[in-house]
């Protein structure tokens, strides 16, 4: 599966490039699959890091302000923050460490 990012709307597709769901509609700046592309995590542009199912479907927030962008790091996910600090999380959105 592919995420497109476009114009803050998030899009879930194929790997040939066809259409399969629309996950957020608006304010994402950066998106990142799972390796096992069941979760998604979007970053907004008010530094919201949001986790979702591949349906779309809301998890829970990771982190509610200042963030850049959110990576996987394995089945953790690594928040870069506007300071330039990592916060490393767990899928539930508990803090590990800061790198």
């Known amino acids: ?20 769901r629309t996950i957020v509609s608006s304010k994402a700046v ?9 979760l998604i995590v979007i970053t907004y542009l008010d530094g919201k890091v949001e986790l979702r199912k ?5 998890v829970r927030t990771i982190v509610s302000s200042k963030a850049k ?5 394995g089945s953790d996910i690594a928040v870069t923050l506007d300071s330039g600090k990592i ?13």
């Open 1 to 20: 599966m592919i995420l497109k990012l476009d114009g803050g709307k998030v899009e879930l597709r194929k790997d040939n490039g066809s259409y399969v």
């Open 54 to 58: 591949e349906n779309g479907s809301y």
């Open 30 to 38: 950066d998106a990142d699959l799972n390796s096992n592309e069941t």
């Open 69 to 73: 962008r959110a990576r996987f790091q």
């Open 87 to 99: 916060e490393l999380r767990k899928e539930n959105g508990s803090y590990i460490r800061t790198i």
